[in-house]
């Protein structure tokens, strides 16, 4: 039989994983129990995995061990090249869920019936960090879908912030290399506070918009839980009719928005270097599966037309308030990965994967993206054959005369592997389709064959500006903070003073602030290659502060305890944190756990040492008179109480918690409250509910 046949390839994988079982036709004996025979590769079973063999106790170790061999050199290539970008990722399954039909929009199988399910792999990931890099890098982070719907896999590789450094492909290669650590030492890694990223930047106008999301708090998510997605470029619905209608992908998440302070990340990458991958897995693995709403930005070309900036310009929004968002679909991630490196390792993602009733427009990073994923894939993957391996296959039928390779997992039967071809239908393999197969819109294009760029490309500062003002003033302190936090692990000051000289374009209370926190002058503004407009209106959509959450649902309250903990308080904590669908984890002087005040002794998730209050959303401190005596003097226990004040966390502690309050130099504000009694935990939890008590942070926080 000619071509591809997914039922051939499902029986090669069935057979593989028999295989891997040892299951297909097993001729010696078993361990025993039902426990499989440890074999080699080549299935023959292994009498000593424990030495090598040698000619006589202190003798050299033979060549013919064969099993000894082959266990090296198969362990000697478990490594694949990491990804150039985007390296450290977690993914996880699911399915995304249409809420209505679109069949007047999109053709898109996927958006046809309400209700209907796609199968979904999503991958995130930090950009500028290694494979081992922490997780609460300041970066962005990569959020990437693979939808396998019934017309084929359809992947949107976005990222968790809506514009881009760049407009133009040509310099991804230097961005890269300007941001990753230095040629010349190999560090920094999985950091933009270093020279060559922010001399980079200061010489491209074009990614101040950027500059000044990266800066903001959406680089320090609180998990991937609690972020935004975004397709980022312009893509295209295209009906049966074959009309166009520009859209715009976004992620909103069920749970809100939601990110950490700097202090806190750089204390959390020390903590839990996994914290979000733990987070990710613990929250699926609990059956508390995260969601994300599909959001579409439709527009068509009179808008495109009339709006102030280009939507082939990927380093633009559009405002939700000028072009509303849509929310078509959800997408629910309710399974870990079998296997970390079968999947999240080999899953490769290609922003050239769209299926008919989407289609590209002529974004030029869009574009050159489209060139470049599937270089990617074959350096990392080592075959073109990497479509084969399960989490890259398409989960419906497909048929193709696509051939041979390295590692071919699939190979059809029959004579017939080209087309056109006269064996008939039975023999002669897959046709064409030319009634629902992919057809690329038919855009008009013509143009002189130059190297330039659209003219709206060049307004600069216009909607960093309109990013900063639509901030509330604590995210504008965090935004101001984080440059000059970057700026000072720069150590060439004329890199330093062109930055602030764009920031004043921006917005001179900002540039002003930098200055100020960096001791320098404020230099003059670098000059607009196009006129600032300085009124946009507000964008409220794009604050963290504005589009937060309105309950504790999902976040995490650490409990500090000691022998003698009030049972009663503890309980009515717990009860309810898990009320509002949140959890609780209890931290003591030991792990193996503390006796509560009904003499019961419970277990503990952390020994204090090992879980500071960075871990947490909220903390309670139910300590006996003795146990905060005996805290007190922890450095460990002080710091979990000043670092969650410093934080701008809501505490709540029982009165005997005082010597530890006052040891960590802790003075009862509003986001403060004592337990006196169980009734003290619902209203306790609610206000938990704001995650932080922001007013406190101007008091804490004055350099
Ligand atoms: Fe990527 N990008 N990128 N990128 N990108 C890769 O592909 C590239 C860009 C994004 O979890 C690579 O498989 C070019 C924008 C994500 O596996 C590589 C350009 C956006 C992921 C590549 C861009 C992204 C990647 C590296 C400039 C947001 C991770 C490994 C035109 C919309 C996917 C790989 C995963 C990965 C190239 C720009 C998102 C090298 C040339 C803009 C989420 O092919």
Known sequence: MAGSNSDTFQSARMADAEIRRGTGGETHQTAGHGVPSLTTQQGVPVADDQNSLKSGPRGPTLLEDFHFREKIFHFDHERIPERVVHARGFGAHGFFESYESLAHITKADIFQRAGEQTPAFVRFSTVAGNKGSSDLARDVRGFAVKLYTKQGNWDIVGNNIPVFFIQDAIKFPDLVHAVKQEPDRGFPQA????????????????????????????????????????????????????KSTFVKFHWKPKLGM??????????????????????????IQSGDFPEWELGLQLFDDKFADEFEFDILDATKIIPEERVPVRRVGRLVLNRTVDNFFAE???????????????????????????????????????????????????????????????????????????????????????REVPDVGFRSFAAEDSGVKRRVRAELFADHYSQARQFYLSQTEIEQTHIKNAFVFELSKVETPAIRARVVSHLVNVDNVLAQGVANGLGIELPPATEPARKVINDLPSSPALSIVKNGPSSFKGRK???????????????????????QGGMIELVAPTVGGFKASDGQVRPAKQKVNGGPSVLYDAVALV????????????????????DAFAHAKFIAATAAAKPLLDKAGVTFDAGCRVLQSPADAQGFVKQCGELRYWAREPKVQVV
């Open 258 to 283: 939601q990110s950490v302070v700097w202090n806190e990340a750089v204390k959390l990458n020390g903590a839990d270097p996994d914290y979000h991958r733990r987070d990710l897995w613990d929250a």
């Open 557 to 579: 309250l650490g409990i500090l305890v000691s022998d003698g903990a009030d049972a009663s308080l503890l309980s009515a904590l717990e009860h309810a944190v898990i009320g």
């Open 623 to 642: 300590l006996s008179d003795r146990g905060a005596q005996l805290l007190s003097q922890e450095a460990t226990a002080r710091d979990f109480v000043a």
């Open 191 to 242: 950091q933009t506070a270093h020279d060559n990223f922010w001399d980079f930047i200061s010489l491209m106008p074009e990614s101040i918009n950027m500059a000044l999301w990266i800066m903001s708090d959406r680089t320090i998510p609180r998990s991937f839980r609690f972020m935004e997605g975004f397709g980022v470029h312009t893509f295209r619905l295209i009906n049966a009719e074959g």
């Open 344 to 430: 999240t390792e080999q899953v490769a993602f290609h922003t050239a994967n769209i299926v008919p009733g989407i289609d590209f427009t002529n974004d030029p990073l869009l574009q050159g993206r489209n060139f470049s994923y599937l270089d990617t894939q074959l350096k990392r993957l080592g075959s073109p054959n990497f479509t084969h391996l399960p989490v890259n296959a398409p989960k419906c039928p497909f048929h193709h005369f696509q051939q041979d390779g390295h590692m071919a997992l699939y190979n059809p039967k029959g004579r017939a592997n080209y087309e056109p071809n006269s064996w008939g239908n039975n023999s002669g393999g897959p």
